[in-house]
């Protein structure tokens, strides 16, 4: 097969584990006879400096019109101080705005050869941990309206709303069935309906939509006790379906616990099969230039790509494979080192999964 990818490289660490993706692509081409088009398209920080833009609409273009797209992550400390419009965040919010990426796949998996870095007792752990969080994508709070004015008394007051209709509601919560569908068949819904209408509305979707999936067993729970249940008993999660912000904190939690947010990739997907993959960790400023950044997150990301947008299960198997075949081997990152196993920089990890694939 010949595919177009469109590469985000992104800001900081972020070229170091691209540049090991890219690596991986290659061989996993090489060795199943397809051909991979890079288009590099600037996105982030890297087009603020460019273009005076995060996201100009050429580079929004290239992305369209390509068959998937990789991204590493953007951002960093350089950027911090403008104001939100020219913000890189605002770049990746367009883009999937743009891209009509409203579903979001973010796996909270341990890799057993890793349940040492997490930091929740063995005993929970040991019960396992393997869930997946679907999350609205481009709606809520993140594309509602928001605004500072200045009161009549002087005082500033800032307002941000959070909006869902019905059909945002309803296409992502058929995602969240049918990634039950797919597992073990268990569907919790994560919402505010104790307080928000937004939840309320999600609830008497979501009930419409659980009569067509009978198979499925639904439940519901209030995010604030969903963030205790994640560190208190995660085996109970198989498919969380939540809105755009409940999903993006909660997703942060799963990682941790996983042992490493350097080890988590995503999707995020719309109608078609062209999605968006990028690792759900940042663009780790800290470390940028030394080599030392973990870049399977990355990888994991391309094998998604691989999987869910080119329909290569064999190709995405064979990528997941390595990176356990190099976590057998005791081969780590700073990130997730722990006593007796080698610790990597992040090319020596590119070329140790590179090995076994
Ligand atoms: C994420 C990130 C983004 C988000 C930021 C960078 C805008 O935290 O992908 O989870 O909030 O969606
Ligand atoms: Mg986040």
């Known amino acids: 097969m010949e ?3 469109a590469v985000i490289w992104g800001d900081c660490s972020s070229p170091e584990i691209v540049k090991q993706t890219l690596r991986v692509l290659d061989k996993v081409a090489e060795k199943y006879g397809h051909t991979f088009h890079y288009t590099d398209a600037a996105m982030g920080g890297e087009a603020i ?5 995060p996201l100009p609409q050429h580079e929004l273009d290239k992305c369209l019109a390509a068959d998937s797209v990789l991204l590493g992550a953007v951002g960093g400390p350089k ?9 890189p965040e605002k770049g990746l919010l367009r883009l999937r705005a743009g891209m009509g990426l409203y579903s979001n796949n973010r796996p909270a998996r341990i890799w057993p050869q890793l349940a040492p870095a997490s930091p929740l007792k063995p005993e929970i752990v040991a019960k396992g941990i393997d869930f997946i969080i679907v999350r609205e994508l481009i709606g809520g709070v993140y594309f509602g309206k928001h605004e500072t004015y200045t009161l009549e008394n002087g005082e500033k007051q800032a307002v941000d709303s959070m909006p869902y209709s019905e059909h945002e509601i ?3 919560g058929r995602i969240g069935f ?25 609830r008497a979707v979501m009930h419409r939509l659980q009569a067509e999936y009978p198979e499925v067993e ?9 963030a205790m249940q994640v560190v208190k008993d995660p085996s109970q999660f198989d498919v969380i379906v939540t809105e755009n ?12 616990i996983t042992g490493s947010i350097g080890m988590i990739p995503s999707s995020s997907l719309g109608d078609g099969t062209r999605g968006l993959y990028e690792p759900i960790h940042g663009s780790a400023p800290d470390i940028a230039g030394k080599d030392i950044v973990n870049p399977t997150a990355c990888i994991l990301s391309a094998a998604m790509m691989l999987r869910y947008s080119f329909g290569m299960t064999e190709e995405a198997d064979a990528v997941e494979n390595a990176v356990n075949k190099v976590l057998d081997k005791g081969l780590r990152t700073a990130d ?6 080698t610790c990597l920089g992040c090319t020596a990890m590119g070329d140790a999964i590179l090995a076994e694939i």
């Open 178 to 202: 049918e990634t039950a569908m797919k597992r073990r068949r268990k569907l919790c819904c994560v919402d505010k309906a104790n307080v928000l209408d937004t939840s309320r509305l999600w």
């Open 79 to 87: 950027w911090e101080g403008l104001p939100g419009e020219q913000r």
């Open 170 to 172: 309803e296409r992502i």
């Open 49 to 53: 400096d460019k273009y005076g833009d």
């Open 218 to 226: 639904y439940s519901e729970m209030f995010v604030d006790n969903c």
């Open 336 to 341: 997730n080192m722990s006593e007796g196993c």
């Open 245 to 256: 912000m409940f999903g993006d904190i909660i997703s942060d939690e799963a990682s941790m």
């Open 3 to 5: 595919k177009n990818i």
